[in-house]
């Protein structure tokens, strides 16, 4: 069975510092990995996708991700963060090849101090 | 592009009343799917469509919940009657369609729904 671990639920940083939010997944083959974004009364946006090619990943806004097989990890990073990407961060592996199955994982809540 | 529409955005009822939630996925989009998301939890999926027909619905609590998509295009989810536990967001996303690559999802706003 395929499944995503948050590490963390809350993440707080402070405006231009860099984020980390940390994901481990469980899968019997190669997985495709995403993350999605969860603004306040917005819908989900999908920031990134992994599917067995580049192991990093660059997303939108600045953040990309690397997929380390060894250590059955997905962590979403950026550099310098901004007031904007305070928000609900979803880790989330596909359970087929087609993305049709997703199963999410518990979300971190990023936040952003000034 | 409008993207994912959902209706209502709140709803509040008492418990044992029915309730339902519209959804019209981005046009051209074959694949539907209504997600549950509790509070402070991801979304998991209840049904997933291909066009009008139910592929998926291993999830879906079929005795009390139901859900249509009449012509392949806008979906309804029903609930009756409804139980405090359905508290909750109802999220609907949709796609293009399966590939074995993988089309991406895109999620509507979702309507809240609160059971009294």
């Known amino acids: 069975a395929q499944s995503v671990t948050q590490l963390d639920s809350h993440v707080s940083v402070s405006e231009g510092t860099p984020v980390l939010l940390r994901c481990n997944y469980s899968s019997s083959y190669s997985p495709s990995l995403f993350w999605y974004v969860q603004h306040p009364n917005k819908g989900l946006q999908l920031l990134l996708k992994y599917t067995s090619a580049a192991t990093l990943v660059k997303g939108i806004n600045g953040f990309e991700a690397e997929f380390k097989k060894s250590e059955t990890s997905f962590h979403l990073t950026k550099p310098s963060a901004h007031m904007s990407d305070a928000a609900e961060y979803f880790c989330v592996v596909s359970r087929d090849n087609a993305g049709n199955m997703l199963t999410f994982g518990g979300g971190t809540r990023l936040m952003v101090k000034p | 592009e409008a993207g994912v529409v959902q209706s209502p955005r709140y709803k509040i009822i008492e418990k044992k009343q029915p309730v339902a939630f519209w959804c019209n996925p981005i046009?051209?989009?074959?694949?539907l799917y209504w997600y549950l998301q509790n509070l402070g939890q991801g979304p998991e999926l209840l049904i997933r469509y291909e066009n009008e027909e139910a592929v998926d619905d291993s999830q879906l609590p079929k005795d009390r919940f139901s859900a249509e998509r009449l012509k392949g295009v806008d979906s309804t989810l029903k609930i009756q009657p409804a139980e405090l536990g359905d508290s909750a967001v109802y999220l609907c996303?949709?796609?293009?369609?399966?590939?074995?690559?993988?089309?991406?999802?895109?999620f509507g706003p979702g309507t809240r729904l609160t059971v009294l």
């Open positions: 996303a949709s796609s293009l369609g399966p590939s074995k690559v993988g089309y991406e999802q895109f």
């Open positions: 046009s051209g989009h074959n694949t």
